[in-house]
Protein backbone atom coordinates (compact mmCIF):
# COMPACT_ATOMS: atom_id res chain seq x y z
CA UNK A 1 0.00 0.00 0.00
CA UNK A 2 3.06 2.18 0.90
CA UNK A 3 4.47 1.19 -1.92
CA UNK A 4 1.21 1.93 -4.36
CA UNK A 5 1.02 5.56 -2.87
CA UNK A 6 4.94 6.24 -3.01
CA UNK A 7 5.28 5.97 -6.42
CA UNK A 8 1.67 8.23 -7.34
CA UNK A 9 3.41 10.82 -5.12
CA UNK A 10 6.51 11.08 -6.64
CA UNK A 11 5.95 10.29 -10.39
CA UNK A 12 2.54 12.54 -10.47
CA UNK A 13 3.46 14.57 -13.30
CA UNK A 14 3.62 11.37 -15.42
CA UNK A 15 0.87 9.64 -14.36
CA UNK A 16 -1.45 12.42 -13.95
CA UNK A 17 -4.23 12.40 -16.68
CA UNK A 18 -3.66 9.13 -18.12
CA UNK A 19 -5.22 5.68 -17.49
CA UNK A 20 -2.70 3.62 -15.46
CA UNK A 21 -3.02 -0.12 -14.36
CA UNK A 22 -1.60 -1.09 -11.09
CA UNK A 23 -0.47 -5.21 -10.78
CA UNK A 24 -0.03 -5.74 -7.12
CA UNK A 25 -0.75 -8.50 -4.69
CA UNK A 26 -2.55 -6.39 -2.55
CA UNK A 27 -5.99 -7.04 -2.98
CA UNK A 28 -7.33 -4.86 -0.39
CA UNK A 29 -6.55 -1.84 -2.36
CA UNK A 30 -9.29 -2.14 -5.06
CA UNK A 31 -11.82 -1.76 -1.63
CA UNK A 32 -9.91 0.92 -0.42
CA UNK A 33 -12.24 3.62 -1.82
CA UNK A 34 -15.24 1.92 -0.64
CA UNK A 35 -14.07 2.04 2.84
CA UNK A 36 -16.00 3.62 5.28
CA UNK A 37 -14.87 5.75 8.98
CA UNK A 38 -11.15 5.22 7.75
CA UNK A 39 -8.66 6.79 9.79
CA UNK A 40 -6.86 9.78 8.93
CA UNK A 41 -3.89 8.74 7.31
CA UNK A 42 -6.03 6.16 5.30
CA UNK A 43 -8.04 9.31 3.92
CA UNK A 44 -5.03 11.49 2.95
CA UNK A 45 -4.27 8.65 0.74
CA UNK A 46 -7.48 7.92 -0.29
CA UNK A 47 -7.42 11.84 -1.59
CA UNK A 48 -3.96 11.53 -2.66
CA UNK A 49 -5.31 8.23 -5.26
CA UNK A 50 -8.87 9.66 -6.21
CA UNK A 51 -6.73 12.25 -8.48
CA UNK A 52 -5.63 9.39 -10.88
CA UNK A 53 -7.48 7.25 -13.26
CA UNK A 54 -6.02 3.87 -12.48
CA UNK A 55 -6.99 0.39 -12.65
CA UNK A 56 -5.83 -2.30 -9.63
CA UNK A 57 -5.21 -5.78 -11.30
CA UNK A 58 -4.61 -8.65 -8.71
CA UNK A 59 -1.40 -10.61 -9.68
CA UNK A 60 0.27 -12.98 -7.71
CA UNK A 61 3.48 -12.37 -6.52
CA UNK A 62 5.13 -14.64 -8.16
CA UNK A 63 4.02 -14.30 -11.72
CA UNK A 64 5.09 -10.66 -11.51
CA UNK A 65 8.23 -11.19 -12.96
CA UNK A 66 9.97 -8.44 -12.52
CA UNK A 67 9.01 -7.51 -8.79
CA UNK A 68 9.23 -10.83 -8.26
CA UNK A 69 12.98 -10.79 -9.74
CA UNK A 70 13.52 -7.46 -7.55
CA UNK A 71 12.45 -9.41 -4.56
CA UNK A 72 14.82 -12.46 -4.73
CA UNK A 73 17.86 -10.69 -5.79
CA UNK A 74 20.51 -11.34 -2.82
CA UNK A 75 21.33 -8.91 -0.38
CA UNK A 76 24.64 -9.32 0.57
CA UNK A 77 24.23 -6.38 4.19
CA UNK A 78 20.77 -8.47 5.23
CA UNK A 79 21.41 -9.50 8.79
CA UNK A 80 24.47 -7.62 9.08
CA UNK A 81 24.46 -5.06 12.11
CA UNK A 82 26.28 -1.65 11.13
CA UNK A 83 27.86 -0.39 14.40
CA UNK A 84 27.44 3.18 14.57
CA UNK A 85 29.12 4.78 17.12
CA UNK A 86 27.20 7.68 19.37
CA UNK A 87 27.92 10.83 18.73
CA UNK A 88 28.77 12.36 22.04
CA UNK A 89 29.90 15.65 21.22
CA UNK A 90 28.73 18.38 22.85
CA UNK A 91 28.51 21.14 20.07
CA UNK A 92 29.51 23.83 22.47
CA UNK A 93 32.40 21.41 24.10
CA UNK A 94 34.76 24.43 23.59
CA UNK A 95 32.99 26.27 25.98
CA UNK A 96 34.92 28.38 29.04
CA UNK A 97 37.91 27.90 26.91
CA UNK A 98 40.21 30.29 25.38
CA UNK A 99 38.87 30.30 21.66
CA UNK A 100 41.73 29.73 18.97
CA UNK A 101 42.40 29.19 14.96
CA UNK A 102 41.64 25.29 15.67
CA UNK A 103 39.32 24.25 12.53
CA UNK A 104 37.22 22.44 15.43
CA UNK A 105 36.46 25.47 17.61
CA UNK A 106 32.95 26.73 16.66
CA UNK A 107 33.04 30.17 15.15
CA UNK A 108 30.86 31.20 17.85
CA UNK A 109 32.41 30.24 20.53
CA UNK A 110 33.53 33.91 21.87
CA UNK A 111 29.59 34.59 21.84
CA UNK A 112 28.41 31.25 23.77
CA UNK A 113 31.40 31.73 26.39
CA UNK A 114 29.59 35.18 27.04
CA UNK A 115 26.02 34.39 27.45
CA UNK A 116 26.13 31.24 29.23
CA UNK A 117 29.09 32.08 32.34
CA UNK A 118 29.53 35.68 31.22
CA UNK A 119 33.06 35.25 30.10
CA UNK A 120 34.43 37.68 27.84
CA UNK A 121 38.32 37.89 25.62
CA UNK A 122 40.76 39.91 27.13
CA UNK A 123 43.14 42.40 25.77
CA UNK A 124 40.52 43.72 23.28
CA UNK A 125 40.96 47.16 21.75
CA UNK A 126 37.51 49.70 22.40
CA UNK A 127 36.48 49.23 18.80
CA UNK A 128 37.11 45.12 19.47
CA UNK A 129 34.98 45.80 22.33
CA UNK A 130 32.41 47.55 20.82
CA UNK A 131 32.02 45.32 17.64
CA UNK A 132 31.45 42.34 20.28
CA UNK A 133 29.06 43.84 22.46
CA UNK A 134 27.11 44.73 19.49
CA UNK A 135 26.84 41.59 17.65
CA UNK A 136 26.00 40.08 20.91
CA UNK A 137 23.03 41.51 21.60
CA UNK A 138 21.36 39.54 18.34
CA UNK A 139 22.58 35.85 20.49
CA UNK A 140 21.16 34.33 23.40
CA UNK A 141 21.88 31.13 24.78
CA UNK A 142 19.10 28.35 26.17
CA UNK A 143 21.32 25.48 27.04
CA UNK A 144 22.70 23.40 25.01
CA UNK A 145 22.38 25.77 22.32
CA UNK A 146 23.24 29.53 20.65
CA UNK A 147 20.59 30.95 19.41
CA UNK A 148 20.55 34.41 16.84
CA UNK A 149 17.65 36.41 16.09
CA UNK A 150 18.12 37.83 12.56
CA UNK A 151 16.91 40.79 10.84
CA UNK A 152 13.69 39.40 10.18
CA UNK A 153 12.75 38.71 13.80
CA UNK A 154 12.79 35.28 13.42
CA UNK A 155 15.11 33.07 15.81
CA UNK A 156 17.51 30.61 14.36
CA UNK A 157 19.73 28.39 16.35
CA UNK A 158 23.38 28.93 15.28
CA UNK A 159 25.62 25.92 13.82
CA UNK A 160 28.42 25.29 12.65
CA UNK A 161 31.53 22.27 11.15
CA UNK A 162 30.20 19.27 9.43
CA UNK A 163 26.30 19.88 11.04
CA UNK A 164 26.20 22.83 8.70
CA UNK A 165 27.49 20.93 5.87
CA UNK A 166 24.93 18.36 6.49
CA UNK A 167 22.18 20.43 7.02
CA UNK A 168 23.31 22.20 3.65
CA UNK A 169 23.13 19.29 1.95
CA UNK A 170 20.12 18.04 2.95
CA UNK A 171 18.03 21.30 2.01
CA UNK A 172 19.77 21.15 -1.65
CA UNK A 173 19.80 17.41 -2.18
CA UNK A 174 17.82 15.89 0.05
CA UNK A 175 15.23 12.93 -0.72
CA UNK A 176 12.31 15.64 -0.99
CA UNK A 177 14.62 18.05 -2.94
CA UNK A 178 14.92 19.10 -6.28
CA UNK A 179 18.48 20.93 -6.55
CA UNK A 180 17.37 24.34 -6.54
CA UNK A 181 19.26 27.60 -7.06
CA UNK A 182 21.54 28.89 -4.51
CA UNK A 183 18.73 31.23 -3.38
CA UNK A 184 15.92 28.94 -2.66
CA UNK A 185 18.37 27.05 -0.62
CA UNK A 186 19.45 29.39 1.51
CA UNK A 187 15.61 29.79 1.89
CA UNK A 188 15.08 26.64 2.56
CA UNK A 189 17.50 26.48 5.59
CA UNK A 190 16.37 29.47 7.41
CA UNK A 191 12.90 28.26 7.42
CA UNK A 192 14.54 24.66 8.84
CA UNK A 193 15.82 27.53 11.99
CA UNK A 194 19.74 27.55 11.45
CA UNK A 195 22.38 30.02 10.93
CA UNK A 196 25.80 31.12 10.08
CA UNK A 197 27.70 33.36 8.73
CA UNK A 198 29.13 32.15 5.66
CA UNK A 199 25.27 30.44 4.80
CA UNK A 200 25.53 32.76 1.71
CA UNK A 201 29.32 31.76 0.32
CA UNK A 202 28.74 28.36 1.26
CA UNK A 203 24.99 27.81 -0.40
CA UNK A 204 26.37 29.63 -3.90
CA UNK A 205 29.84 27.18 -3.94
CA UNK A 206 27.99 23.77 -3.30
CA UNK A 207 25.39 24.93 -6.54
CA UNK A 208 28.50 25.72 -8.06
CA UNK A 209 29.77 22.37 -7.41
CA UNK A 210 27.27 20.26 -7.97
CA UNK A 211 28.30 17.49 -10.16
CA UNK A 212 25.24 16.31 -11.67
CA UNK A 213 23.61 19.90 -11.98
CA UNK A 214 26.46 20.59 -14.25
CA UNK A 215 25.46 18.20 -16.41
CA UNK A 216 22.05 18.65 -16.60
CA UNK A 217 21.80 22.45 -16.90
CA UNK A 218 18.72 24.55 -16.12
CA UNK A 219 15.18 22.65 -17.28
CA UNK A 220 13.18 24.67 -19.23
CA UNK A 221 9.72 25.59 -18.09
CA UNK A 222 7.72 24.55 -20.83
CA UNK A 223 4.65 26.68 -20.35
CA UNK A 224 1.93 27.34 -23.56
CA UNK A 225 0.37 30.30 -24.06
CA UNK A 226 -3.47 29.97 -25.74
CA UNK A 227 -4.02 32.14 -28.70
CA UNK A 228 -6.39 35.42 -27.59
CA UNK A 229 -8.09 34.49 -31.02
CA UNK A 230 -9.99 32.34 -33.19
CA UNK A 231 -7.19 30.87 -35.64
CA UNK A 232 -10.18 29.74 -37.98
CA UNK A 233 -12.29 32.82 -38.58
CA UNK A 234 -9.12 34.78 -38.90
CA UNK A 235 -7.92 32.31 -41.04
CA UNK A 236 -11.18 32.32 -43.55
CA UNK A 237 -11.03 36.56 -43.28
CA UNK A 238 -7.34 36.57 -44.22
CA UNK A 239 -8.16 34.67 -47.75
CA UNK A 240 -10.10 36.60 -49.33
CA UNK A 241 -7.71 39.68 -49.24
CA UNK A 242 -6.20 38.92 -52.29
CA UNK A 243 -5.46 42.05 -53.67
CA UNK A 244 -2.95 42.72 -50.18
CA UNK A 245 -1.31 39.38 -50.86
CA UNK A 246 2.02 40.94 -52.42
CA UNK A 247 2.40 43.45 -50.13
CA UNK A 248 1.88 41.19 -47.11
CA UNK A 249 4.56 38.55 -48.52
CA UNK A 250 6.63 41.75 -48.90
CA UNK A 251 5.96 42.29 -45.52
CA UNK A 252 6.45 39.30 -44.44
CA UNK A 253 9.85 39.54 -45.92
CA UNK A 254 11.11 42.67 -44.68
CA UNK A 255 9.56 41.14 -40.56
CA UNK A 256 12.19 37.96 -41.38
CA UNK A 257 15.15 39.99 -41.52
CA UNK A 258 14.72 42.22 -38.71
CA UNK A 259 13.99 38.81 -36.35
CA UNK A 260 16.96 37.60 -37.92
CA UNK A 261 18.98 40.70 -36.60
CA UNK A 262 17.25 40.76 -33.64
CA UNK A 263 17.67 36.99 -32.80
CA UNK A 264 21.88 37.81 -33.95
CA UNK A 265 21.83 40.23 -31.04
CA UNK A 266 20.63 38.43 -28.58
CA UNK A 267 22.47 35.37 -29.62
CA UNK A 268 25.59 37.48 -29.20
CA UNK A 269 24.78 39.31 -26.22
CA UNK A 270 24.60 35.58 -24.37
CA UNK A 271 28.01 34.44 -25.86
CA UNK A 272 30.39 34.50 -22.98
CA UNK A 273 34.21 34.52 -23.34
CA UNK A 274 35.54 31.40 -21.39
CA UNK A 275 38.94 31.13 -21.31
CA UNK A 276 40.84 27.87 -20.94
CA UNK A 277 44.07 26.84 -20.15
CA UNK A 278 46.09 23.54 -19.98
CA UNK A 279 45.25 21.57 -16.98
CA UNK A 280 42.15 22.81 -16.84
CA UNK A 281 39.03 20.21 -16.15
CA UNK A 282 36.00 20.86 -18.38
CA UNK A 283 33.22 18.80 -19.43
CA UNK A 284 32.05 18.05 -23.54
CA UNK A 285 28.64 19.09 -24.88
CA UNK A 286 27.44 16.20 -27.38
CA UNK A 287 24.91 17.73 -29.97
CA UNK A 288 23.83 14.69 -31.21
CA UNK A 289 20.70 13.57 -29.41
CA UNK A 290 19.91 10.38 -31.34
CA UNK A 291 22.61 8.89 -29.61
CA UNK A 292 21.06 9.22 -26.05
CA UNK A 293 18.23 7.08 -24.93
CA UNK A 294 16.23 9.75 -22.70
CA UNK A 295 15.84 12.90 -22.81
CA UNK A 296 16.25 13.51 -19.82
CA UNK A 297 19.58 12.00 -19.58
CA UNK A 298 22.80 14.98 -19.42
CA UNK A 299 24.13 16.30 -22.68
CA UNK A 300 27.50 16.87 -21.10
CA UNK A 301 30.19 13.94 -20.79
CA UNK A 302 33.08 14.29 -18.48
CA UNK A 303 34.98 15.25 -17.32
CA UNK A 304 38.28 15.88 -19.26
CA UNK A 305 41.37 17.56 -19.11
CA UNK A 306 42.76 20.06 -21.62
CA UNK A 307 46.20 18.85 -23.07
CA UNK A 308 47.14 21.79 -25.77
CA UNK A 309 45.48 25.06 -26.89
CA UNK A 310 45.34 25.42 -30.14
CA UNK A 311 44.46 28.41 -32.41
CA UNK A 312 40.92 29.58 -33.50
CA UNK A 313 39.25 28.72 -30.37
CA UNK A 314 40.64 24.31 -30.32
CA UNK A 315 41.50 22.58 -27.89
CA UNK A 316 43.02 18.98 -27.44
CA UNK A 317 41.11 16.94 -24.78
CA UNK A 318 42.56 13.54 -22.74
CA UNK A 319 40.06 10.86 -21.71
CA UNK A 320 40.84 9.37 -18.63
CA UNK A 321 41.21 6.12 -20.83
CA UNK A 322 44.38 7.46 -22.22
CA UNK A 323 43.21 8.49 -25.75
CA UNK A 324 43.13 12.00 -27.05
CA UNK A 325 40.96 14.33 -29.33
CA UNK A 326 40.09 17.42 -30.36
CA UNK A 327 37.04 19.97 -30.65
CA UNK A 328 35.81 23.41 -30.50
CA UNK A 329 36.33 25.78 -27.48
CA UNK A 330 32.69 26.80 -27.84
CA UNK A 331 31.59 23.05 -26.81
CA UNK A 332 32.99 22.80 -23.83
CA UNK A 333 32.80 24.29 -20.45
CA UNK A 334 34.49 24.38 -16.81
CA UNK A 335 33.90 21.92 -14.65
CA UNK A 336 34.43 23.07 -10.59
CA UNK A 337 34.33 19.23 -9.15
CA UNK A 338 31.45 17.75 -7.70
CA UNK A 339 32.70 17.54 -4.10
CA UNK A 340 31.30 20.41 -1.45
CA UNK A 341 33.00 23.17 -0.47
CA UNK A 342 35.01 23.09 2.89
CA UNK A 343 33.11 25.64 5.03
CA UNK A 344 35.28 28.12 6.29
CA UNK A 345 36.38 28.89 9.64
CA UNK A 346 36.56 33.13 10.10
CA UNK A 347 39.73 33.96 12.00
CA UNK A 348 39.28 34.35 15.82
CA UNK A 349 41.61 36.07 17.30
CA UNK A 350 43.46 34.53 20.48
CA UNK A 351 43.17 36.48 23.33
CA UNK A 352 43.61 35.61 27.39
CA UNK A 353 40.34 34.31 29.21
CA UNK A 354 38.95 36.94 31.62
CA UNK A 355 36.37 36.16 34.43
Not at 154 to 165: D, P, Q, S
Not at 329 to 352: A, M, N, Q
Amino acid sequence: MLAVVYAFEKLRSYLIMNKRIVYTDHSALKYLFTKKDAKARLLRWILLLQEFDFKVIDTRGAENYAVDHLSRLENPYENVFDPKEINKTFSLESLNKVAHKDSSTPWFADLANYHARNFIIKGMTSQQKKKFFKNARHYFWDDPYLFRTCADQIIRRCVAGKEAVDILNACYSGPTEGHYGASYTLKKVFDSGFYWPSIYKDAFELVKRCDSCQRQGRAGEGALKHANFDLKTAGDHRKLQLNELNELRDQAYENSLIYKERTKKLHDDKIKNRIFNVGDQVLLFNSRLKIFSSKLKSRWSGPFTISEIYPYGTAKLIHPDGCNFKFNCHRLKHYHGGDPPPLEIPDVTTFPKDN
